[in-house]
């Protein structure tokens, strides 16, 4: 079982900036991919960016040269670092990460979400 919490959500203008933060615990071998979605009021839920343990990032083309993924494996720690964020940002974020068990066996987890507002 892991618990996912999250962290950083917020009210901010356009052009400011976030951090978000989602800690992974309880009992695992090891964290595998982590990632961010969002969900926007009315619409699906939708990758954002996501780290692998060895560090490959993808991201979301609406969000290239804005948003940064990075993580901890140390801490089994991910962050998205969001600036310049518009309106359309505003969602309630997610974190989602895959948990490493013995004989291969994965199992993905969902952070309780954290809602970003962009709004002036």
């Known amino acids: 079982q892991v618990q996912l919490v999250e962290s950083g959500g917020g009210l901010v203008q356009p052009g400011g900036s976030l951090r978000l933060s989602c800690a992974a615990s309880g009992s695992f071998f090891s964290i595998g991919t982590m990632g961010w979605y969002r969900q926007a009021a009315g619409k699906q839920r939708e990758l954002v960016a996501a780290a692998t343990s060895g560090g490959t990032t993808n991201y979301a083309d609406s969000v290239k040269g804005r948003f940064t993924i990075s993580r901890d494996n140390a801490k089994n720690t991910v962050y998205l670092q969001m600036n310049s964020l518009k309106p359309e940002d505003t969602a309630v974020y997610y974190c989602?990460?895959?948990?490493?068990?013995?004989?291969?066996?994965?199992?993905?987890?969902w952070g309780q979400g954290t809602q970003v507002t962009v709004s002036s």
């Open positions: 989602n990460t895959y948990a490493e068990y013995a004989l291969g066996y994965r199992r993905a987890y």
